[in-house]
């Protein structure tokens, strides 16, 4: 196994070509680490400039008077190899090659990276790229991508055989509130592959989910064999890109990924336990769901909903997805009976027909989860509805009918309610060791998305829709089963 | 056909149980009305005050000095039959049911339901409901519903075979800025049916999409035969719930419907022309966009993306929903020769490499969307590229390197270009007529979700997701085809 600690903790850092220039890589990457908040030592390799952004400059990698663990190179494709030969005259081990103009270009880049790539074989380099967005370690602010998405500290780390998809991937997560281990744009993979960082990833103890954007890889029975291994250990997530023909034909002109047999790949990945995205959204989603919840014991699924509609509709999507709507235990029935009007649905999805009352739907969360009859539960419209239920009120307010000072009192109220009810679900789930996935009334600006509390071990997400609820409760079902199977346990 | 316009256009409404008391249906029915911008006469009910909401309160209908075109009633099941007596006295032919107690409750109430649909057939009274949400007509500001969701006018009409669904999706359509024509919770359908309802808004030239959540139908020979008329006209896209054996008895303990087998439903779907969505979130994105953009006369999709990886992802979306990615002809290429670096793509997806220039954008946006190989074109990352590609300017600018006056400039400056480039996707459909999606590189919060211009027919929707862009477009393709197929014409 490749040690690719330095890579992802470096102590010190050279970034050649280094500038201040606005639309230069080597100004992007380096006002990033800077910007992020990194706290080693930073050395610009400019030959043109005294000063970067306010740091000393050196002319070359040999001037710098300490040892540097970690160079990017942000120089034209053909500076490479001399670059690379001061590389070994510092004994730095760890490159990343941030230039585009390899394999990416035609006949004469794939020779210069095969060059490159034996050289550092020979040499002992670990070089992610060419031809790459970056790195990222964030949990201690290195940011060190040509984007600047700035995703906080978490648990999911990111592999991207495609720099934009990546990018974006961490962009959406400093927009949704995930929280983001590691990132690795892969780029060309000259000599670190998708499997090498999947294996140093695996060994990561701050990593709790790895999410992987593939459009190929070279050798794929060494990727099986170190997926297979890395999935006992934790959830690995994957979405593979070019499975149709149009889909093959884009990669190929993308990275010059030969992206081989779709069916081919969904073997490997049933083989070895990866969890198949289809899109972008669903790998970030389940990701952020492995990285969140318990994993349920089994598929059976209680329902709690505001409303019956909403509750047949989840229903239907956990049957579609191999998850069980089992009926309400009798004791559980007449438990509800002492709180529910004379005509509630018995039954589950336990329907709470609208009533607005926060001690209820604290009982109903708790009532459902202590029943050894479910392994998970989904809660639909609690969250939202006191922000919503209280729009009456407001309109009453409005019209000259409600003080000032007693609408304060509604809103005030309305916002300690959700907090109330996610505070319920996060210590319930807990509790029980059982999932609990809120699905909201609906996505109001600026609303929590992830909601956590100190010292707690699980998060609560709230979902938008019921269906990327059900999704992703299935899915850690589907691996549950898988880990049982192979006599496993997750970390999470 | 029945005339439902009285239900929809009221020039006078009376609420009976009319109340001020913060939780009842009374209370919520016409405060609503109140808020919401009704211009009509509105005459409050109560047996109890002399005035609710500021406004005079009379004892009973009768008393009423005026016509009145349209009552709601919230008063308990038992008082049903005496009221709407009074309505015939009245000469009222149009009464919204909001009550519950009816035949959702068991068979004393399905007694009264009976009971009350006799005694309207007997009178021709047009009843919605009962156990409804109620009804808008967001177009004239009539908010008679339970909750107080408050959409934009627009096209989409909804029918909701349960409130709280239909509330949500009014809810949501607010929060997206999707616009609202007529909305009815059809409650027990004890008159009024969904396919009078169906009937009603295909012949309304204010509805250009309807959209319906059902769990069941009573009649389903006279569904299909007004269904298949109407999508003729307009499209019609429908969510149908109990499609599991979960969700049907979900559904039997909540409305009561008899779900059927679903395989039967989707038969009858097929048959009629209606579009399936299989959640809520399907059935609002579909509606909003075939209220927003031209059909495609074709499945040819061209493909114009900021960075490789996500034209991958949305060529194999394309082709797993049955649109093509055709080669981009030579023509189109040589132009392309001459803006892109030598090592562009050269192919559909067109990648233009992370290029941040707007008339390259809008050049490119033009240049495919005057292709005659393709029928449609999805642009990917263009928006929000501007807002977030300054990013590593703000760090720079944070670092002290980017006067403050000139950061401004900037910020500026990407604000125009996004704005810009909505408005060339806009101009360009116009032009000619061709679908074209763009998806977002991020949804930033606040950001525009539809956007239109005074005088341009067309609306452009930014899809957060490759995969809402291509699901919608795919289906608005099905239904050219199903049109072309009929011999029809949309109106949209």
């Known amino acids: 196994m490749k040690d690719l600690n330095p890579l992802f903790n470096p102590k010190s850092i050279a970034v050649v070509g280094a500038t201040e220039a606005r639309l230069k890589w080597g100004s992007f990457i380096l006002s990033n680490i800077l910007d992020g908040g990194y706290r080693g030592r930073v050395y610009p390799v400019s030959s043109s400039s005294q000063t970067v952004y306010g740091l000393r400059a050196y002319a070359s990698l040999a001037e710098i008077p300490e040892r540097v663990d970690l160079v990017f190179i942000a120089t034209p494709a053909s500076t490479i190899m001399p670059i690379l030969q001061e590389c070994v005259g510092k004994d730095v081990r760890n490159v990343v090659v941030i230039s585009s103009g390899f394999s990416e270009t035609g006949a004469e880049g794939a020779a210069l990276e095969a060059q490159m790539a034996e050289f550092a074989r020979e040499h002992s380099i670990n070089i992610a790229g060419p031809n790459t967005m970056g790195i990222a370690n964030v949990g201690i602010g290195l940011f060190a991508t040509g984007g600047h998405p700035r995703p906080a500290p978490g648990g999911i780390s990111i592999i991207a055989q495609s720099g934009n998809v990546g990018n974006q991937i961490m962009l959406w997560s400093e927009l949704e509130g995930f929280g983001i281990g590691k990132f690795v744009g892969s780029g060309n993979e000259a000599v670190l592959k998708v499997e090498d960082y999947l294996e140093y990833l695996d060994n990561d103890p701050e990593t709790s989910v790895i999410l992987i954007y593939m459009e190929g890889v070279d050798d794929g029975r060494r990727f ?203 210590m319930t789930m807990s509790k029980y060791d059982k999932p609990i996935y809120p699905v909201t009334l609906a996505a109001f600006p600026g609303d929590e998305i992830i909601h956590k509390r100190e010292g707690n071990r699980y998060k609560v997400i709230v979902y938008k829709t019921p269906e990327m609820a059900v999704f992703c409760l299935s899915k850690q079902y589907q691996y549950s089963v898988y880990l049982r199977n192979r006599g496993g346990a997750a970390v999470t």
Chains 1, 2 share one sequence.
Not at 276 to 294: H, I, Y
Not at 311 to 325: H, S, T, Y
Not at 365 to 392: H, N, T, W
């Open 224 to 426: 099986l064999d170190v997926a297979r291994n890395g999935t006992l250990r934790k959830p690995v997530i994957a979405l593979k890109a070019g499975r149709t023909e149009g889909g093959s034909r884009a990669a190929a002109s993308h990275t010059g990924a030969l992206a081989g047999s779709f069916s081919l790949f969904e073997g490997v990945m049933r083989q070895s336990g990866i969890m198949m995205a289809l899109n972008p959204t669903e790998l970030l989603e389940l990701s952020a769901a492995f990285d969140s919840f318990p994993l349920p014991r089994g598929n059976r699924v209680g329902i709690v909903t505001l409303g019956g509609g909403w509750g047949v509709i989840a229903a239907d999507e956990c049957e579609e997805n191999g998850l069980a709507i089992p009926p309400l235990p009798d004791d559980i029935k007449k438990r509800f009976d002492q709180k529910l009007p004379p005509f509630w649905s018995r039954a589950n999805p336990v329907d709470l027909v609208g009533q607005p009352d926060v001690f209820l739907f604290s009982e109903a969360i708790e009532l459902m989860a202590s029943c050894d009859a479910f392994d998970a539960i989904i809660v639909l419209g609690l969250i939202g509805s006191a922000r919503y239920g209280i729009r009456p009120v407001q309109a009453a307010h409005r019209l000259g009918y409600v003080p000032d000072e007693e609408m304060e009192m509604f809103n005030k109220g309305a916002a300690t309610v959700e907090t109330a009810i996610l505070d319920t679900i996060l």
